[in-house]
Nanobody
Framework: QVQLVESGGGSVQAGGSLRLSCAAS????????MGWFRQAPGKEREGVAA??????TSYADSVKGRFTISKDNAKFLYLQMNSLKPEDTAMYYC????????????????????WGQGTQVTVSS
């Protein structure tokens, strides 16, 4: 079993920055795809960013150039969020899945098997 615990959320003004962290434990390996997802009130959960075992990354168009995903081996995942906008307000989730032969880890939520409980990010204008 894999456990994921997010932290680092909070309230910030537009233009500000936050760094989210995700601590992984259990039977998780450095080969796993890991990603960040978010869900705003009344909206479906959407992919934000994902990272391969070799460090290759994928981003949603809405966050390219502002957010950076990174990790320390298989145990810690991060999301550096800069130039935050009110539309970035959401619950942010960390997720993981064993590799399935993708060239790049996907940011499609249905591909992911393990999920954290989420951390709230609120951006005010």
């Amino acid at each position: 079993q894999v456990q994921l615990v997010e932290s680092g959320g909070g309230s910030v003004q537009a233009g500000g920055s936050l760094r989210l962290s995700c601590a992984a434990s259990g039977y998780i390996y450095s080969s796993y795809c890991m990603g960040w997802f978010r869900q705003a009130p009344g909206k479906e959960r959407e992919g934000v960013a994902a990272i391969n075992s070799d460090g290759s990354t994928s981003y949603a168009d809405s966050v390219k150039g502002r957010f950076t995903i990174s990790k320390d081996n298989a145990k810690f995942l991060y999301l550096q969020m800069n130039s935050l906008k009110p539309e970035d307000t959401a619950m942010y989730y960390c997720a993981a899945v064993p590799p399935m032969g993708w060239a790049l880890c996907p940011i499609r939520q249905y591909e992911y098997r393990y999920w954290g409980q989420g951390t709230q990010v609120t951006v005010s204008s």
